[in-house]
């Protein structure tokens, strides 16, 4: 299958170092993901608050990247799959 939403993808400037969230609230976060439509930095879901599904939730906003030194795979929440 392939993507129907990578069309969506923009060049995004991260919201913040860390989990934006968790930084607003005290929380922690195991890895992170920045979302390729608005730049959105949230927590996976391995993570307390998976701040990153919740972004999703919230926006429709399907496309993230992973957010960790050294990654730079592409996930979409829609179909559910690694992307790019």
């Known amino acids: 299958?392939?993507?129907q939403?990578?069309?969506q993808q923009?060049?995004?400037t991260p919201s913040?170092?860390?989990c934006e969230d968790c930084l607003k609230t005290g929380g922690w976060w195991l890895h992170l993901r920045i979302c390729l439509i608005c730049g959105h930095v949230g927590?996976?879901?391995s993570s307390p608050s998976k701040h990153a599904?919740?972004?999703f939730h919230d926006t429709g906003h399907p496309l993230v990247q992973s957010f960790q030194?050294?990654?730079d795979w592409v996930?979409?929440?829609i179909d559910k799959e690694i992307v790019g």
Request: negative net charge.
């Open 43 to 45: 927590c996976c879901d």
């Open 53 to 55: 599904s919740k972004h």
């Open 69 to 71: 030194p050294g990654e």
């Open 75 to 77: 996930w979409c929440y």
């Open 16 to 18: 913040a170092e860390g």
């Open 1 to 3: 299958m392939t993507c």
């Open 5 to 7: 939403h990578l069309d």
């Open 10 to 12: 923009q060049d995004v």
